[in-house]
C-alpha cells in the first residue's frame, strides 16, 4: 500500500512540473468503444480494457455494467481517489473513507416518451463517510478543497462543450 507521505510526494513533483511548465500537464485522452453484439460495449484506453452493456430488460445479455453503473463508479472512484490524494498533501488522516453516489432517473426522456423528461438524470447527489481522527474543521476543509479541485465533479457541475464529429463509411455494394 502507498503510504501518504509516498502520495504527497508525488502529488508535490506534479506540482512543481506543471508550475514550471503547464504544457507538461496538458494533454487529450482518448478511450475507443467499440458496439459488440447484444447491445455490449468493449471500453479500451492504452493497457486498460473495460466492458458495458445493458440488461435483457433493454435487449441486452446483461454480461457487463450498464454505462450509467460506469459513470457513477467513475465519478465516484474520482472523488474517492482525489480525496486520498488531498488527505496525503494536506497530512489529514484517514481511517476510512466510502461514498454513495445517487442518480435520479427517469426513463421516459431515454426511450423517447416524453419531450417534458430529460434523457439524463434529474439529480446526482454524493453522501461521503469518512473517519480521521483530525477535527471536524481540518475534515471540512480537505473535503471541500477536494471537491474544488476534483474533475469529474466539476464535468458534471459545470458545462463542458461537447462537441461531436461524425465519419460515416458506406458498406453498399459498389455497382
Not at 468503444?33 to 433493454?58: F, N, Q
Not at 441486452?60 to 453503473?69: E, L, Y
Request: proline share 6%; with cysteine; net charge negative.
Amino acid at each position: 500500500m502507498t503510504e501518504p507521505a509516498d502520495i504527497r510526494t508525488a502529488i508535490e513533483r506534479n506540482v512543481k512540473a506543471v508550475t514550471l511548465r503547464p504544457s507538461v500537464g496538458q494533454g487529450t485522452a482518448v478511450t475507443r468503444v467499440r458496439l459488440g453484439e447484444s447491445l455490449s460495449c468493449e471500453i479500451t484506453e492504452g493497457p486498460w480494457t473495460l466492458s458495458a452493456g445493458m440488461t435483457g430488460k433493454y435487449g441486452g445479455d446483461g454480461s457487463a455494467p450498464n454505462p450509467g453503473v460506469l459513470g457513477r463508479a467513475a465519478f465516484g472512484s474520482c472523488l474517492a481517489i482525489g480525496y486520498a490524494m488531498w488527505a496525503a498533501r494536506l497530512g489529514v488522516p484517514i481511517t476510512s473513507l466510502e461514498i454513495d453516489v445517487q442518480a435520479d432517473y427517469d426513463v421516459r426522456g431515454e426511450l423517447g416518451v416524453s419531450d417534458a423528461v430529460r434523457p439524463g438524470h434529474s439529480e446526482i447527489r454524493y453522501v461521503i463517510r469518512v473517519s480521521s481522527p483530525a477535527s471536524e474543521d481540518e475534515v471540512r476543509h480537505w473535503i471541500d478543497t477536494a471537491d474544488r479541485c476534483s474533475s469529474w465533479r466539476d464535468n458534471l457541475a459545470n458545462p463542458v462543450p461537447l462537441v461531436r464529429e461524425l465519419h460515416i463509411t458506406s458498406t453498399a455494394p459498389i455497382e
